[in-house]
């Protein structure tokens, strides 16, 4: 049987600029990345000097204008990159997702002195963000949290604990929601807090069975006092620019979803058409090559859907229900093609000789970050038959 190795993946970009940054970004993953993420993943170190290489090289900010040191590219090419990142390691994907979330509320609602101010820094300076808007009690009920922020004069004080967040401890800025007035989502607004802000304090991180090198961990503020000019938006305001940031961060969930299992899928691929039995290629048995057919087709299916959505995106025309669609399906796929990808490699895809049982530990998370699955069932019949009767 002739050599079947996985062949990088064949895309529709809209450029010769975008061609040439996606090259440049497979060169770096080879080199940078993927020759590390095995060990690194398996001891749980975080690598910073991973996040500091691509906003030296521009990939931190892709999305974001120019002006303020964006890269100005469409959602469209900006996805296809984080695939490529998440495909070498799940923790640098998501974590420039999680950063770009992080950047979102000061580039769509922040004054043109904060976005002056703060944002060469965070698109292209070093820095590296978080976003905070879960907590302990309120998860999908993000409208419940209660984190609060009371004016104390031209300064807010802000009292409370997130959970769940990435890169808690060791990012350099927090996008945070916090309550300043009444219950309910009319009552959130936003704030830029500095990491190292006083009464900021990071728990240990959790002990997860995935994605053991990105930090997940609760964050406490002990009266942590930010100035006003620090206010993201309107008072009140704040739900919004949350559920702004999230239509868009799911677009992110689900190119690193795709990522992730077509990761896997060139593992097993590659494995199958390698692995000997009764004479043969593993790949040679129709059980087998069906398994992997299926395994291609929905990835494909997911690449093309997170990608129309993000055209529409692009277009400037609404797209909360497709990027619901794209979490969803995408992310399924992704659970589906990796326990797949294990049963391809029998034995040896389940031991940590081989990648793909680390795949399908890290494609769990991505059914729950950023709005569960359940919730993205809800946001799509919504969209589809209005609101739930009450």
């Not at 940078?32 to 090289?57: T, Y």
């Not at 994907?93 to 043109?112: D, F, M, N, P, Q």
């Not at 609404?318 to 399924?332: E, G, I, N, V």
């Amino acid at each position: 049987m002739p050599d079947r190795a996985p062949q990088p993946v064949e895309r529709q970009l809209p450029t010769e600029e975008s061609r040439d940054l996606l090259a440049l970004v497979r060169d770096m993953v080879q080199r940078e990345i993927v020759p590390q993420a095995a060990a690194e993943e398996d001891a749980g170190r975080f690598p910073r000097e991973v996040f500091s290489l691509l906003s030296e090289s521009g990939l931190l900010g892709l999305p974001y204008d120019s002006e303020h040191g964006g890269g100005d590219q469409p959602y469209e090419v900006y996805l296809q990159v984080l695939e490529e990142l998440a495909a070498a390691r799940l923790t640098v994907g998501l974590g420039v997702s999680v950063h770009s979330l992080a950047c979102h509320g000061l580039a769509g609602y922040g004054t043109k002195e904060q976005q002056a101010a703060h944002l060469p820094a965070m698109l292209g300076g070093g820095l590296l963000g978080a976003y905070c808007l879960s907590e302990p009690a309120s998860g999908s009920d993000a409208a419940s949290l209660r984190t609060k922020a009371v004016r104390d004069g031209d300064d807010w004080v802000i009292t409370g604990t997130k959970a769940w967040i990435t890169h808690g401890g060791v990012a350099d800025f927090y996008t945070v929601l916090a309550r300043t007035g009444v219950d309910g989502p009319r009552g959130i607004t936003a704030f830029l807090v500095p990491g190292d802000a006083e009464g900021l304090s990071a728990a240990a991180p959790e002990k997860k069975m995935g994605m053991k090198g990105s930090p997940t961990a609760q964050l406490h503020f002990d009266g942590v006092r930010v100035s006003d000019a620090r206010r993201i938006g309107e008072e009140g305001q704040g739900f919004a620019i949350a559920l702004s940031a999230l239509d868009s961060g799911r677009l992110g969930i689900a190119a690193c979803a795709v990522g992730v299992a077509q990761a896997a899928l060139d593992e097993a691929l590659s494995y199958a058409t390698g692995r000997q039995q009764f004479g043969r290629p593993i790949a040679d048995f129709q059980g087998l090559r069906f398994m992997l057919a299926d395994m291609a087709t929905q990835i494909e299916a997911g690449r093309a859907l997170y990608l129309a959505a993000a055209r529409l995106r692009d277009a400037g025309r609404p797209f909360s229900r497709q990027a619901a669609m794209a979490k969803l399906f995408c992310t399924d796929t992704a659970m589906k093609v990796t326990t797949d990808a294990v049963q391809v490699l029998g034995g040896y895809g389940y031991t940590l000789d081989f990648p793909v049982e680390r795949f399908m530990r890290e494609a769990k998370v991505l059914q729950i970050v950023e709005g569960t699955n359940q919730i993205q069932r809800m946001v799509i019949a919504r969209h589809l038959a209005g609101p739930e009767s009450r």
